[in-house]
C-alpha cells in the first residue's frame, strides 16, 4: 500500500508538471499561429510580424532546453575545476548585460581556490541562472559576489540591491513555472536545484523586501586543497 502511495504521489507531481508545461508552449504557439493567420490574409509577408514569431518560436526552444536538463539523468560530465574561475567567467558573460542597467558586479575572493568536482558546464548554467535573477531584480546598484570555504564546502554568494521576495513566495522558489516576471518561465531556479543537488550541495536564501536578496551556493570541496 506504501508504494501504491508514493506512485499516485508521484502521478499527480508529474500531472502538475504537465499542466505547467503545456500552459507555457500554449500561449507562444497561439501567438505564432495568429500571425501566420494575420499574414495569410496579406499579399506581403510582415517582417514586424515575422519578428515576433521568431522571439516566440527562441522562447520554446529555451523552455524545452531547460526542461531537457530536468529529464536527463545526471550523467555527469566531471572534471576537477576551480570555482572561482568559473564565477569569473560567468561574471565575464553577463557583464554588458550589468552595464546596461548601470549595476556593477563586485567580486571578493576570500580563499584563492576553491577546487571542487564537477561538471563544468552545469555549474556555469546555475550560475548564469542567479545572477540573471539578480540583474532583473534590480534597476541599478552593485552586485556583490563573494567566494569563500568552510571546512568542508565552497561558498559562493550572489548578493544583490534588488526587490526581494515577499516572505510568501520563499516557499514558492523552485517550484516548476513559478515566476513573478512578465517574460519569466520559472524554471530557471528548479533546475539551479536539481544542479546543485547532483554536485552533493545545496542553495539556500535570505531576502528583505525593498532591500535585497542573498542567494548562497555551496560545493563540496575536493578533500585536501
Ligand atoms: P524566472 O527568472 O523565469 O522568473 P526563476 O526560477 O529563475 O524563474 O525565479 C523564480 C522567481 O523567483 C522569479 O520570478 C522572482 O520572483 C524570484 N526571484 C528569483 N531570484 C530573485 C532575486 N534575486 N530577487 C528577487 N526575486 C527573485
Ligand atoms: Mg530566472
Do not use: W
Request: glycine share 6%; proline share 3%.
Amino acid at each position: 500500500a506504501e508504494n501504491m502511495m508514493v506512485e499516485t504521489e508521484k502521478l499527480k507531481v508529474a500531472g502538475q508538471l504537465a499542466a505547467g508545461i503545456a500552459h507555457e508552449i500554449k500561449n507562444p504557439l497561439t501567438s505564432i499561429k495568429g500571425f501566420i493567420q494575420l499574414m495569410k490574409a496579406d499579399e506581403y509577408p510582415n517582417k514586424k510580424y515575422l519578428e515576433i514569431m521568431e522571439d516566440e518560436i527562441h522562447r520554446l526552444d529555451i523552455i524545452s532546453n531547460e526542461l531537457l536538463v530536468l529529464a536527463k539523468p545526471h550523467k555527469h560530465k566531471v572534471s576537477v575545476q576551480d570555482l572561482i574561475q568559473i564565477v569569473k567567467e560567468v561574471i565575464f558573460l553577463l557583464e554588458a548585460e550589468a552595464v546596461k542597467k548601470s549595476i556593477q558586479i563586485k567580486s571578493v575572493i576570500e580563499d584563492q581556490k576553491l577546487m571542487i568536482l564537477c561538471d563544468i558546464h552545469k555549474v556555469k548554467q546555475v550560475l548564469i541562472n542567479i545572477l540573471k535573477n539578480a540583474i532583473e531584480a534590480m534597476d541599478q546598484g552593485v552586485i556583490t559576489i563573494h567566494m569563500s570555504k568552510n571546512e568542508n564546502n565552497a561558498l559562493v554568494s550572489v548578493i544583490d540591491e534588488g526587490c526581494g521576495i515577499p516572505d510568501e513566495y520563499l516557499d514558492h522558489l523552485g517550484k516548476p513555472f513559478f515566476s513573478t516576471k512578465a517574460t519569466g518561465n520559472g524554471l530557471g531556479l528548479m533546475i539551479c536545484q536539481k544542479i546543485i543537488s547532483e554536485h552533493g550541495g545545496n542553495i539556500s536564501v535570505q531576502s528583505t523586501q525593498m532591500q535585497g536578496t542573498t542567494f548562497t551556493i555551496t560545493i563540496p570541496m575536493i578533500k585536501g586543497n
